[in-house]
Nanobody, 126 residues
Framework: QVQLVESGGGLVQAGGSLRLSCAVS????????MAWFRQAPGKEREFVAAVTWNGGTTYSTDSVTGRFTISRDNAKNTVYLQMNSLKPEDTAVYYC???????????????????WGQGTQVTVSS
């Protein structure tokens, strides 16, 4: 049974930091590209950041570049999202996702990912 379990969300003031974790089980984590998406109320799910299977390459959306960092620890089957200089517009439910091994979709497309976590709420107050 595949499980992706996010943790680390919460309430933080603008300018603060949070570190999200996503613990993965039930699949060969070290072979999977991984990503974080987020969804704010009334909005579509949007890509935040991704990391390749070996951690060698990362991608992020423009609005978080320079503030958020994605990383992974293949020994711990865990992917992280370090979020600094948080803004109220970062408020959303954050989801981690594991990429389909055979997908040719781009990293920013939800279609690339076949397993998703349940999400963790991040709220940034002004």
């Amino acid at each position: 049974q595949v499980q992706l379990v996010e943790s680390g969300g919460g309430l933080v003031q603008a300018g603060g930091s949070l570190r999200l974790s996503c613990a993965v089980s039930g699949l060969t984590f070290s072979r999977r590209d991984m990503a974080w998406f987020r969804q704010a109320p009334g909005k579509e799910r949007e890509f935040v950041a991704a990391v390749t299977w070996n951690g060698g390459t990362t991608y992020s959306t423009d609005s978080v570049t320079g503030r958020f960092t994605i990383s992974r620890d293949n020994a711990k089957n865990t992917v992280y999202l370090q979020m600094n200089s948080l803004k109220p517009e970062d408020t959303a439910v954050y989801y981690c996702a594991a990429a389909d091994l055979f997908s040719s979709s781009s990293f920013g497309s939800p279609r690339k990912y076949d397993y998703w976590g349940q999400g963790t709420q991040v709220t940034v107050s002004s």
